[in-house]
């Protein structure tokens, strides 16, 4: 059963300083996502990850994969307050359930950041 | 352009009620996805189609839980004699179904509430 953990499920930081969200996932993936939601609304994707390596940037986000040691981290650099939200990482299971085709992501259970003036 | 739309947006039901939960996807996605997301929870894998092959149900709970995607665009879940258990958000998503990546889009959710 693949497993995707978060840490810290919580965090609050205060605004200007840096920190990293991980995803750390049980099983052999070199697809992963991760998604934004704001309270009562619905998860907006930030970043799709496709290979060992791969690291994407939008703003004073930073998102990077390793698929050897299973880890993926999201990177915040001087934080403002709009970042407050939930991100969560998912992992794509890619036709190893269904056997082919695009499958359903396995998300984390999300990481719950309050950013505060 | 358009998103991924659902509805109903709330849903109050009586336990042994059956509900269907609608849900529009992005036009020209291929792909169509169900989750189920408990409050302070991730989205959990329910089930998915391409065009209107439904392609895993491995995530549905049990017998009472269906979906459908007839012509390959709208689709319909249906929870069948609801339990209060059933209660949390509903979400659908869509996709491309390309072959390098997965990258889904979802919808506001139906908020189902079993009494």
């Known amino acids: 059963e693949l497993k995707v953990e978060q840490n810290p499920l919580f965090l609050s930081m205060q605004e200007g300083k840096n920190y990293t969200i991980y995803c750390n996932y049980s099983?052999?993936?070199?697809?992963l996502y991760w998604y934004r939601q704001d309270p009562g609304k619905s998860l907006e994707s930030l970043f799709v990850?496709?290979?060992?390596?791969a690291v994407k940037q939008e703003g004073r986000l930073m998102a990077s994969l390793d698929t050897k040691a299973r880890l993926s981290t999201l990177h915040i650099t001087a934080a403002v307050h709009d970042l407050s939200a939930t991100y969560f990482c998912?992992?794509?299971?890619?036709?190893?359930?269904?056997?082919?085709?695009?499958?359903?992501?396995?998300f984390g259970k999300g990481t719950h950041l309050i950013i505060q003036p | 352009g358009a998103g991924v739309s659902q509805s109903p947006r709330y849903k109050v039901t009586k336990r042994g009620q059956d509900v269907a939960l609608r849900c529009d996807p992005i036009?020209?996605?291929?792909?169509l996805y169900w989750y189920r997301q408990a409050l302070g929870q991730g989205p959990e894998f329910l089930t998915y189609?391409?065009?209107?092959?439904?392609?895993?149900k491995s995530g549905l709970p049990n017998d009472r839980f269906s979906a459908e995607r007839p012509e390959g665009s709208i689709s319909t879940l249906t929870i069948q004699r609801t339990e209060q258990r059933d209660s949390a958000m509903y979400r659908c998503?869509?996709?491309?179904?390309?072959?390098?990546?997965?990258?889904?889009?979802f919808g506001p959710g139906t908020r189902l509430t079993v009494l």
């Open positions: 036009s020209g996605h291929v792909s």
């Open positions: 998912a992992v794509d299971m890619w036709g190893e359930r269904s056997g082919g085709g695009a499958d359903g992501l396995t």
């Open positions: 099983t052999t993936s070199d697809r």
């Open positions: 998503a869509s996709g491309t179904n390309r072959f390098t990546y997965n990258e889904q889009f």
């Open positions: 990850l496709l290979s060992n390596g």
């Open positions: 189609f391409n065009y209107e092959a439904q392609q895993d």
